[in-house]
């Protein structure tokens, strides 16, 4: 059953009907509440509304406005039950029958103000007669209303007095007191249309909490290791602390400003700076009692330069393809080390007498530059800025060093690497170096270490990309040692993709190359590639290349189709195939052609002639006839010791006489001319039957002379010596024994002498050839 409303609130609803009704308002309704317009959070409460229609009452709330259900007091009144409220709300009535206006009320929810707490006051000194106090406090939770505060004060225990307060977060107030002010209490109130709060009294004796105003700060000049800096402030002071600060924007106290009486207008000078800085200055002072002031403004300056101190640090390499020279590389100095901005790099190369060979100057913006060197120079670099030259870093090309081996361990960790090496003799100093894989001459980086260290930690890699690098043993006497190294993060993966092949086949042998993979996919440092090789029976065959191979070469291949691809390696594993190539390895056409025509050839005749061969006639007059291929030679002998031996019963040579005359048709019997050896090494062993030929006595058989000698381009001296002597020895018959010989010696139209001995041959044929 519904709540009856009392009669204030049906009096209070009356009035407002009775009001609108008599002023003419067309409002539907009247709106009205059984709390006040201002709830606390949490609270419950009813929203009533009376309305001047019979039909179509509606109640809503918030905004947009939502329908919500309500409950009928009478035949014009009804209402809604409003539990827990948590923040502002609007309600509103409306009668939907009658074209009139709705009728609606706004219900503010928040808390009452807390205790204000922690005031805190402190006593500026403006000037010898006035001072200002400043006070601020803590107004507690957020009341979600509007809250209105005053500070009052007492001074000398003398009456309240309210202080006007301008809205600030966090709440504070000024107001000026009088230089014969000695104690002060204040005290808040805060208050709001749902109550009120005011704080305990806060009590100060002035000269605890007087603080001097902030003083005023400019740069009056500076050195190279210092700035003066002036001081104004509106009333003396007896403390003083003045702070510098570089680009890192760390404040440093200079230990000479404090406990420093401080005049109206004062210089002071700082003498710890560095050259070539740029600079913050900040003050604040204080008086014998009381707080010090804020700090003051922050004011700005660069110190002068000095000439660079310290030498670079240098490091060189060699060029691949040329001994003759070296290329540097420097570090760019520090701020702290350069002392001044630096103009450029002086280069100089020294002889062995130390005198001056050839000197250059780079661009402030070089790091490195080629120089040519030899074994006994040295080289220095140079800083320049506007005061002068840094001390010269020396190199020499030191030689390698035959010494104890030098182990080194490398652990991978995140974006870095930490080495360790055992050495055993005492080294003058070392070099780290590492680089991206293949790219030392452009991204060369390195550390120098003194002889004692042991260990070095490299900072700043990439974590997807391979390095390699070494580390130098540096002795005094101008020789080192050096260990290489390659650098695997642990937080590599197995390769993006596969290589990308090309190839050319030539009959079976097939060039297979390809390019490196791309940085951004190699994941790592690449261990090995392997490139498989399948045949049409599908089996695969595998090869595996070492990382630094950009070609490999397959002989050797069967005749058919094959598949080929490549896949690329790192410590994790193996990565993606690359595309397949298709190679189709074919015969060689001309051989094949030739072996098609002989077997053509060879086809029909063969048989044929295997045939005939059966007839006993035919056999005989073949195997004639090959022998009139087969010339029968007798050797002379006078001229040949073999020849001897059979003469005497050894053997027995059986020579076929020519039984007819040879006609003028018949072939001549040639003569062979035999020249020196040298002119005769550059003929063929055919060449000998194309000289002129001799005529003979007809009816006699010629007696034909042949030498037979070495075709090798490659003959030595000593074999061209041993035959010139065994043939001028043989050389040596009488004129009885060429009595069968056309020309003498001396009517040959010979180079040399003849050498050999003259080899006696029947010319005489079968009468059946």
Known sequence: MAAIPTI??????????????????????????????VVQRGSSLKVYCTFRCGCGRSMYSGHPPSLQRH?????????????????????????????????????????????????????????????????????????????????WVSSDSKSWRPIKIKGSDPPSARFALPDEVRFISVQVTTHNA????????????????????????????????G???????????????????????????????????????????????????????????????????????????????EAPAKELDVWYTRHPFDFDSIRLYWKPMTVSHA???????????????????????????????????????????????????SPPAKILAYRAKASAHLDVEVKAHERGATLWWRQPEIAASYVVEWYLEGLKMHELQWLRLAGEDHHAVITGLNASECYEGAVYV????????????????TSQSVPKVGPSVKWEADATRVTLTWAELPRAQRSGCITQYTIYLEDSRGHVQQYFVQPTKRTFVLEDLPVGPHNLWMTAWTSQGEGPASLKIQINIQAVEGVRVFLLVLCLLLSVPVPLLLCLCQIGAVKKRAWLLFQCFMLQVVPDPANSKW?????????????????????????????????????????????????????????????????????????????????????????????????????????????????????????????NC
């Open 643 to 767: 020849a001897k031996e059979y003469d005497q019963g050894k053997g027995k040579i059986h020579a076929q006489q020519s039984q007819t005359v040879p006609t003028e048709e018949e072939e001549e019997p040639i003569v062979v001319i035999v020249k020196d050896p040298e002119e005769l090494s550059n003929h063929n062993i055919e060449e000998l039957d194309s000289l002129p030929t001799s005529p003979s006595t007809p009816g006699e058989p010629f007696p034909t002379y042949i030498k037979s000698y070495s075709h090798k381009s490659d003959g030595s001296e000593q074999t061209q010596t041993s035959l010139n002597t065994e043939t001028e020895q043989e050389a040596q018959f009488s004129e009885e024994e060429e009595d069968g010989l056309y020309k003498t010696e001396e009517e040959l139209p010979t180079v040399g002498k003849l050498t050999l001995d003259l080899v006696r041959i029947d010319w005489s044929l079968s009468e």
């Open 474 to 489: 540096l002795y005094t006497d101008g020789s080192m040692t050096w260990r290489t190294f390659r650098l695997i993060n």
């Open 227 to 305: 700035c003066t800096i002036r001081i104004r402030q509106p009333v003396k002071t007896q403390h003083l602390e003045v702070q510098y600060a570089t680009e890192t924007g760390l404040w440093t106290t200079d230990p000479n400003s404090q406990n420093m009486p401080v005049a109206l207008d004062q210089f002071f000078s700082i003498s710890s700076l560095e050259p070539y800085q740029w600079y913050q200055f900040r003050a604040r002072t204080k008086f014998k009692t009381g707080l010090w002031s804020s700090w003051s403004n922050v004011t700005s300056s660069w110190t002068q330069e």
């Open 194 to 225: 749902l109550g009120s709060a005011m704080s305990l009294p806060a009590n100060y004796t002035l000269s605890n909490i007087v603080t001097p105003a902030a003083p005023v700060l400019g740069v009056h000049r500076c050195s190279s290791r």
């Open 339 to 389: 002392r001044g901005k630096i103009l450029a790099y002086s280069v100089s190369v020294h002889d062995s007498q130390s005198v001056l060979v050839f000197t250059s100057n780079l661009s402030a913006n070089a790091t490195n530059t080629s120089v040519k060197f030899c074994a006994e120079c040295h080289v220095t670099v140079s800083a320049l800025n506007s005061k002068g030259m």
């Open 71 to 151: 409950t009928v007091v009478n035949h014009s009144t009804t209402y809604i039950q409003v539990e827990n409220i948590t923040k502002d709300q609007t309600f509103s009535c409306l009668c939907t029958c009658l074209d009139l206006d709705p009728c609606g009320l706004d219900i503010s929810a928040g808390y009452p103000p807390e205790t204000p707490r922690n005031i805190c006051c402190n006593y500026t000194v403006l000037s010898e007669q006035m001072g200002e106090m400043f006070c601020s406090w803590e107004k507690g939770c957020e009341t979600h209303l509007r809250d209105t505060s005053e500070l």
């Open 8 to 37: 204030w609130s049906w009096l209070f609803a009356v009035s407002l009907v009775l009001l609108r009704l008599g002023t003419g308002e067309s409002s539907s309704c009247v709106i009205w509440s059984s709390a006040r317009p």
